[in-house]
């Protein structure tokens, strides 16, 4: 007995002198690991804690990893995210494979947890965001904005911006055809026209094109801007039409200018140029952006390819296409699909669905600033209609839809490279 127990403890110091020279923790990111999107919350989490992250770029998925930490390794366990404890030696052999020219993976620093703030009504819509289900799941913690903080110049303290599902030119989503008599649209009418007033603004319309260039100039400051949905066209087209009106009657009180086409500014636009509106308020389009109104694909046909980038080169393109998966499924929204041809040349496309002439994720860069437009409503609901319950993302823990948003949440930790040329 004696003996077994001096085993025993033999053992256990053994165990304990391994894992004190372990060097580093694991999160693999390829189809080994359990939990793709808590895995981004334990690395934001170390983040949080005054830790550096190593993001391995085209390694196993992207995968993570992170000097060892009892209180990360616990945290693993804690929120079922599966790790790999590995010694100095084989970190170093990692290292070196990422880095060696002839393979096309990277190693990038992850410094500081950016500020995250979420633009989202205080009111209760029916419907919900994919952004804020995902950053509650992976446990990422985030703050609320909307109009009036914005107007007051509250976006500064932020790092990164996420657009909720809006309508940035002031038609309140073109619901107005299905919903307008419904209690939710109406009191959605009351609260933004009172928050109009109260702001100092004679029409809706007026705040949400102060907000969006509010929005435009924290962007231009240095901030960093994820938008899905409508938060993509109609953030672009308000901007465009900044010096006419595009609202009708039962949206903001007065006709519309008729000539407000040709009034259309694309130089203040981020992502679209030479797009048409779509002037009938009955309508759910806004323009020809979105290829929603057009597009004739099956649901079983119905997915988008994301671009492989070098990731010693392009390296910004290279963090937002990190997966484990490079074919996505296809999903619906108020703006499902970006027209092709109405893209800057600017502009870097992501992922698209190249036969459909479809794009559906892009990036660029405005001012100091970065953006990343991702259309459609929710990567694992297909055609997410209003009142309908939220995704259950614990159903959905490997999403390789959901990861391209939890890229741009890690995005601005990056220690900035300059781009290769």
């Known amino acids: 007995m004696k003996h077994f127990l001096r085993s025993i403890l033999a053992f256990a110091f053994c165990l304990s002198a391994l894992i004190t020279q372990a060097s580093s923790i694991l999160l693999p990111m390829d189809e080994t690991q359990k939990d793709h999107l808590k895995s981004y919350g334990i690395a934001f989490w170390t983040l949080k804690n005054n830790e550096e992250v190593d993001w391995l770029l085209n390694y196993r998925g992207g995968s993570f990893m992170m000097k060892y930490d009892a209180n990360i390794e616990k945290e693993c366990k804690i929120r079922g995210v599966s790790y790999e404890v590995i010694p100095e030696a084989r970190v170093n052999a990692i290292i070196a494979e990422v880095s060696d020219p002839s393979v096309n993976m990277d190693v990038v620093k992850l410094l500081k947890a950016p500020k995250m703030a979420v633009y989202s009504p205080k009111s209760k819509l029916p419907w919900d965001d994919a952004v804020t289900l995902v950053l509650k799941y992976a446990e990422i913690p985030y703050d609320v904005v909307y109009d009036e903080e914005v107007i007051k110049g509250d976006l500064p303290k932020y790092d990164w911006l996420h657009l909720h599902h809006e309508d940035f030119t002031g038609q309140y989503s073109k619901f107005y055809q299905v919903y307008h008599s419904y209690p939710w649209y109406v009191e959605d009418v009351n609260n933004q026209e009172a928050l109009a007033k109260k702001l100092g603004f004679k029409k809706v319309s007026q705040m949400k094109l102060a907000v969006a260039q509010h929005i435009r100039d924290f962007c231009a400051g240095g901030g960093f801007l994820f938008a899905m949905c409508s938060g993509t066209d109609t953030f672009d087209i308000a901007l465009a039409a900044s010096n006419t009106d595009i609202c009708e009657r039962m949206f903001d009180g007065d006709p519309a200018d008729p000539d407000a086409q040709s009034k259309l500014d694309f130089t203040q636009t981020f992502a679209f140029q030479n797009f048409h509106l779509d002037n009938n308020p009955m309508s759910h389009s806004f323009s020809d952006i979105d290829d929603t109104p057009t597009r004739q694909v ?10 492989d980038f070098s990731a010693k080169w392009d390296v910004v393109a290279s963090m937002l296409t990190q997966d484990h998966d490079k074919v996505i499924k296809g999903f619906m929204g108020l703006t499902t699909a970006f027209n092709a041809k109405l893209i800057k040349p600017s502009v870097t496309v992501l992922g698209e669905a190249k036969t459909m002439n479809e794009v559906r994720y892009i990036h660029g860069e ?31 823990p490997n999403s390789p839809g959901y990861r391209l948003i939890l890229n741009n949440v890690l995005f601005p930790a990056a220690k900035k490279k300059k781009q290769k040329t």
Request: hydrophobic share 25%.
């Open 298 to 307: 099956e649901r079983e046909r119905d997915f988008f390819t994301l671009f």
């Open 366 to 396: 405005f001012g100091k600033g970065q953006w990343t437009f991702y259309s459609g409503h929710d990567p694992e609901d297909y055609q997410h209609k209003v009142g309908d319950p939220p995704t259950d993302l614990s159903l959905h």
